[in-house]
């Protein structure tokens, strides 16, 4: 393992700023940098005489796309971080968030939010996001209890589980979208990875849930590093192995969930952004996962920049970004992956 240093931390917080700015900055209006930082001065100094060019741009930073960037930004962080987690885990670098069935439980979550037409005072608009979240979970409940062998989980019986319940939950949702007619559009781009939620109650609602789960990942970095010897290794070296697979599995679970809930299914991001992490500065998990964060927040705020700007003014899911990135990236892993073994 290299050495702990500072200097890549430095480098992906400095990168991850510049990709804030930007997401703040693009848009159908674009707000110079100058702007920008006059603007977010003079909130903490408010400006009595500030002119009205400034008092719009400030409308439109703080009520529409600030919001917006810390959700994208915490969404990205949760996925590469639970991401690296369930590579850690697994020991496969094929793994990513969605392995156990959480990207489909929470589609067919939506999906029944949307087709069902809840009225106004049930769940308010947050009843897709809820739904998703709770469907997430029973996916992962499910899974985790079909995996279970006796007393134990292996990690084989778990990724079957996955895939088994992934391919029947999405099966169903197929079935609830061909049948779907007033909120077909809305159910297709909250699935490609396009929230249509704005403003400050999502960040609000899916901040704690996010940031709880990725502190656990975070305290868990040395038990990962251990488990790369093997299950029989880390019991031996003080490791409670069954505890800590269960932690790390809810935890990721709970982290992706929220995220997932929140902006919609987006894909590859939890396997590209660990996999080039490791690449470049090793396998120590107590370094990989908080790196995973930063890059994660950077790369899907560069993904929602282009999803905005590449067909201005029609705006792509970010999801669709993500996934011309990723899939040629998938395939090259895997074409890696069989002439070495991790």
Request: glycine share 8%; no cysteine; proline share 5%.
């Amino acid at each position: 393992m290299k050495k702990t240093s500072a200097s890549p931390f430095i480098l992906h917080a400095m990168l991850l700023l510049f990709a804030l700015l930007l997401s703040v900055a693009v848009g159908s209006v674009f707000i110079p940098l100058k702007d920008l930082i006059a603007v977010i001065l003079e909130r903490f100094s408010p400006n009595p005489n500030l002119s009205k060019q400034l008092q719009t741009s400030s409308n439109i930073i703080f009520d529409l796309r600030l919001p917006r960037t810390i959700l994208v930004a915490l969404t990205g962080a949760a996925l590469a971080t639970s991401g690296g987690a369930y590579q850690g885990l697994f020991r496969n670098p094929l793994a990513d968030p969605y392995l156990i069935g959480v990207a489909s439980g929470a589609g067919l979550g939506a999906m029944l939010a949307i087709t069902l037409q809840w009225p106004s005072s049930f769940f308010s608009y947050l009843a897709v996001p809820a739904s998703a979240f709770l469907g997430a979970l029973l996916a992962v409940v499910i899974v985790y209890q079909l995996a279970r062998a006796g007393h134990s989980t292996t990690v084989t019986n778990l990724i079957l589980a996955g895939v088994a319940v992934s391919a029947f939950v999405s099966a169903v949702t197929s079935f609830l979208l061909i049948n779907s007619s007033g909120e077909l559009r809305r159910a297709i781009v909250w699935l490609m990875g396009g929230s249509t939620l704005v403003g400050w109650q999502p960040v609000t609602a899916a901040a704690p849930y996010i940031l709880i789960g990725i502190s656990v990942l975070f305290l868990m970095g040395y038990q990962l590093n251990v488990l790369q010897f093997g299950e029989e290794q880390a019991q031996q070296l003080g490791v409670h192995v069954k505890k800590t697979k269960n932690t790390i599995i809810l935890a990721a679970t709970l982290t992706t969930a929220a995220a997932v809930a929140f902006s919609g299914i987006i894909g590859f991001v939890g396997l590209i952004v660990p996999h080039v992490i490791r690449n470049l500065w090793g396998n120590d998990y107590r370094r990989l996962l908080p790196l995973s964060t930063l890059a994660g927040a950077f790369f899907l705020l560069i993904s929602d920049i282009l999803a905005r700007i590449l067909m201005a003014p029609q705006e792509l899911p970010v999801g669709i970004i993500t996934a011309i990135f990723g899939a040629p990236f998938f395939l090259f892993i895997l074409r890696k992956s069989r002439k070495q073994y991790w």
